[in-house]
Every structure is written in C-alpha cells, then in structure tokens.
C-alpha cells in the first residue's frame, strides 16, 4: 500500500471490479463505468489473478474499483466477481419476486443466476441443459425443474410448465446462437429475454421471425461485465449465504494444479474451481 492511499491498509481483505473506467466520460460520471469505452480490465490490460499477488493499479483504487471483503467471508469471496456481473444482468432484466425465470445453459453462470433470481424473489426457475455432466450438477442449484434438452423439447416443456404463457424472464448464459433464438420462444408475452453470454466472433448472427418480438412484445436486455456498487452487493449476498458458494465452487486445487482445474472445466466436470495461491 503506498503511502497516499488513505482507505486501505496492510491486511486489508479486498477484491475489485475488475474492469477499471476512465472515469471522466458520461457513463462513468453516471455510474455505469461498465459502459466506458475506455475500460482497461484486469487481465487484458493489466496482468490478471492467476497469480500469488496482484498489484492494483492507482486508478483502480482511485477510481473506487477496489472494496473490501466482509468480515466472516472467505476465500469464497472470489465468487463475487462473477456474481456481480449476474446482478447486473438481473437487474437490467428485472428479475423479481414472484417470476418464473428460464436459465438456459448450467454451467457455473448458470449456477450463479440459479442462485441469484432465487434471492431476488423468484418463485419458479427452470434450468435447461445439454451436457450429462453438467445436468447432474444442476441439480445442485435449487432449481425447480431441470430440462435435458438432448432428450426433451425444452420450449414446450417450458411452457407446459408454465400453464402455457411462457417465462417472465428468460437468461440465455450457453454461448449458442440457437439457445438465443429459443429464448425468445420460451419467454411470456410482455416479458424480458437477456443475452448474458456473448456468443464467439464469427458465429453471432440469429435467424429469427422478429414478429415475435413484435407481437409478444417482448424486452430484451444485454449485459457486459459490472460495477463496484455490484461487487458490493454481491459480497453481500454471500455473506448473507443468499448465495450458497458450495454449489458453485465444485473443486479447490493449489495454484500449480492451474492446468488440472482448466482440464476438469473442458471436461465439465467443475463448475468454479477455486485456485489456491
Ligand atoms: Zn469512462
């Protein structure tokens, strides 16, 4: 900690938004600093946390990226970067108490919407998925309902769950162009479809009836990265155990087993692996 840094000190547990803005242009002077065209993330401009430490550039802390981990909270706090970007997505789509809510995809963001739309109220959440291993792992969430779709057509079991009206909210997290366009089919009229996952370069066009969205009126949000005031709250939600890390952190390996943990995420067997410094 160098000298002119007044709020942190030695000792100090902290974590960040990891995205680090300019902090002059208008979304940044409105808060939305995950909208700043000139953000520098962790990781791509500077070097990333796959490491024993980490060197916090100035802006990040004067910029107010950094926060600190509450008291009672462990390593799982490493969790609340991924969470964080949840919240921002459920609160762009408006995720409340009461809805029913689509995950389509159960990988570790999966995981964490799963958890997150639950402490936001939400009375019925379905999850769909494609891979064995992973459908197995879902069940771990605290959905209410889990669609193989390698064996179950997912839009009619959707609505079939749903009395016939479809989802209120939607949350596509599988990076697949056709998972998209299914949402928009799964979704009630009136409701809200956000793409979480981005899909690859190169493969994010859609072939869909805009009709659909016309007639059903259907919202649809985006969403990319988060902000401190998300960290914030998602450190809160796992202090106030809203969000169980157990069923999201499914192995923690040392940091020299990096290639172990990489291989068991491509195999699907791991949700989150949590390295060890
Ligand atoms: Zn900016």
């Known amino acids: 900690v160098t000298p002119e840094v007044k709020s942190f000190q030695v000792g100090n547990r902290v974590t960040m938004a990891t995205s680090i803005s300019c902090g002059k242009c208008n979304f940044c002077q409105l808060g939305q600093t995950n909208r700043c065209s000139q953000l520098t993330p962790i990781s791509y401009d500077y070097p990333g946390a796959f490491a024993e430490f980490l060197a916090i550039p100035a802006r990040g802390i004067s910029g107010g990226f950094v926060v600190k981990v509450p008291n009672g909270l462990g390593e799982e706090a490493c969790l609340a970067e991924p969470i964080s970007c949840a919240v921002n997505a459920q609160t762009l789509a408006g995720v409340k108490s009461g809805d029913t809510v689509v995950v389509i995809g159960a990988g570790p963001m999966g995981a964490i919407h799963t958890q997150l739309a639950r402490a936001n109220g939400a009375e019925k959440i379905i999850v769909t998925q494609r891979s064995k291993a992973r459908l ?22 959707v ?7 479809g989802a ?16 928009f089919y799964m979704v009630k009229k009136g409701g809200m479809v956000n793409l979480f996952a981005s899909l690859p370069k190169g493969s ?3 072939q869909m009836d805009s009709r659909l969205i016309h007639y059903n009126e259907i919202f649809l949000s985006g969403a990319s990265d988060s ?5 914030e709250i998602a450190l809160a939600l796992l202090s106030k155990r809203l969000i169980n890390p157990g069923a999201i952190i499914t192995h923690r390996l040392l940091l020299t087993d990096f290639h ?6 491509k195999e699907r067997k791991a949700l989150k692996v949590l390295l060890k410094p």
Do not use: C, W, Y
């Open 136 to 157: 197995t792992l879902a069940k771990n969430f605290g959905a209410d309902a889990v669609i193989d779709v390698t064996t179950t057509e997912p839009v009619e079991t």
């Open 159 to 165: 609505k079939r769950l749903t009395n016939g009206l």
């Open 168 to 183: 209120d909210v939607v949350i596509v997290t599988a990076p697949e162009a056709s998972a998209q366009e299914q949402a």
């Open 204 to 206: 994010s066009t859609l």
């Open 227 to 231: 902000t401190a005031k998300h960290m």
């Open 260 to 265: 172990r943990g990489i291989q068991l995420l």
